[in-house]
């Protein structure tokens, strides 16, 4: 158990439909990265946010968006669902300091079926 | 920018060695190296970090060579459970968080 919890585990939905995946970090991580692995592809980053300000961004659709809460819990917006979407997406969390990305704790996924 | 490993498999009979390498085309200033068995999640192996500094597995080693951007790990007297898709991620200079993994070498270790 890394720590990181995510839900849904599993999620299936139409296209055009919109969809919401949780995290919540590890207790004192500030960092929570977003990940998406199609299948049996490599890791697409996605996001990073630091203590609630986004920090770094990858190859996200304009369909996606995310945010860190105060509570450092942060949520994956995906609108717009196509069927290419279907993917595990995983949040990681790090305790990073200003110069070092820490090693990341991931999360079971959420894997997204877009039928 | 994505680095690359090679090979992108490799078939081990147990006891034997391999050596997966990464190379960057940018500046290195961390690597990271996970391993993710089929069906979880992905799990921390190790961190070089620039300068030198090694933080990691007790079983599984690896180096770093700044000026030529790469780095290699080592899994020696492999075991079954070494078995699995091993990914770099590397990271950028400092205050960018982006940690952007390779496409990952695929491991299987045979008895």
């Known amino acids: 158990d890394s720590g990181v919890t995510q839900t849904p585990k599993h999620l299936i939905t139409a296209t055009g439909q919109r969809v919401t995946l949780r995290c919540s970090p590890r207790?004192?991580?500030?960092?929570v990265y977003w990940y998406q692995q199609s299948l049996d592809q490599g890791l697409q980053f996605l996001i990073q946010?630091?203590?609630?300000?986004?920090?770094a961004k990858g190859n996200i659709l304009e369909r996606f968006s995310a945010q860190q809460f105060p509570d450092l819990h942060s949520e994956l917006n995906l609108s717009s669902l196509e069927l290419g979407d279907s993917a595990l997406y995983f949040c990681a969390s790090s305790v990073d300091s200003p110069y070092n990305t820490g090693e990341l704790f991931f999360g079971e996924g959420s894997r997204l079926t877009v039928l | 920018q994505q680095p690359v490993q090679s090979p992108q498999a490799v078939i081990l009979r147990e006891g034997e060695d391999a050596v997966i390498n990464c190379s960057s085309s940018?500046?290195?200033?961390?690597v990271h190296w996970y391993r993710q068995k089929h069906g979880e999640a992905p799990v921390f192996l190790m961190i070089l970090l620039k300068g030198g500094e090694q933080k990691g597995h007790e079983k599984i080693s690896a180096s770093f060579n700044e000026k030529k951007q790469q780095s290699s790990l080592y899994l020696t007297a492999s075991q079954l459970s070494y078995s699995g898709t091993y990914f770099c991620?590397?990271?950028?200079?400092?205050?960018?968080?982006?940690?952007?993994f390779g496409q990952g070498t695929t491991l299987q270790v045979k008895p």
């Open positions: 940018k500046a290195l200033y961390s």
């Open positions: 946010y630091y203590n609630g300000e986004e920090r």
């Open positions: 991620g590397t990271g950028g200079g400092s205050n960018t968080g982006k940690l952007i």
């Open positions: 207790s004192g991580d500030l960092s």
